[in-house]
């Protein structure tokens, strides 16, 4: 299980907060499951995007905040009911953002797509077998490289996105008990 952890925060750096003294500036905070704006001082607006339904990132600099170093991350979301935008509005390294956005929401689809397939094919327990076992095959020799080349599978596995840190532990872990 992926546990939701802040990947990036930041504020507007836009030249009215800046006048107001960030008292006013909207703020944003990107997980590994959720875009969050917040905007407000009296009253508070604040609006969050599921990570896994960004479409696609623009970034958008004028020759002011290109020249201060920010710029705007313009996130097109892709929600059940229709597209949306929303701006994140002069964030310091806009380039850098849209990256780090990019990158989490891929993660996200992976585990969505992930979440379903284990849905669709769930793994099936037979309750009594049908023919009697046959004995199981020995066991390799302890070190042999049927073990090794399955870590480096596992840890494939991992770097794609398709197994969580948490499930190659236990995985190894397992392996590591035939030793």
Excluded: C
Excluded at 9 to 31: C, D, N, V, W
Excluded at 61 to 90: F, N
């Amino acid at each position: 299980m992926v546990h939701e952890q802040t990947l990036w925060e930041g504020i507007s750096q836009s030249l009215t907060s800046a006048a107001m003294g960030g008292r006013m500036a909207p703020k944003y905070r990107l997980t590994t499951f959720h875009l969050y704006f917040e905007r407000g001082m009296l009253s508070t607006d604040s609006q969050q995007v599921p990570v896994h339904m960004v479409a696609d990132i623009d970034v958008r600099q004028t020759m002011t905040q290109k020249a201060r170093g920010v710029g705007d991350v313009i996130v097109h979301v892709h929600r059940p009911t229709g597209y949306e935008r929303a701006v994140l509005e002069s964030v310091h390294d806009p380039r850098g953002v849209a990256q780090v956005i990019n990158q989490a929401a891929h993660q996200a689809r992976m585990r969505e797509q992930h979440a379903a397939h284990a849905m669709r094919y769930p793994t099936v327990v037979p309750i009594m077998p049908a023919a009697p076992q046959m004995p199981p095959a020995p066991a390799p020799a302890p070190g042999g490289e049927d073990l090794v080349a399955q870590l480096e599978r596992l840890g494939k596995l991992v770097e794609s996105g398709v197994l969580t840190r948490e499930e190659f532990e236990a995985k190894k872990a397992e392996i590591l008990r035939r030793l």
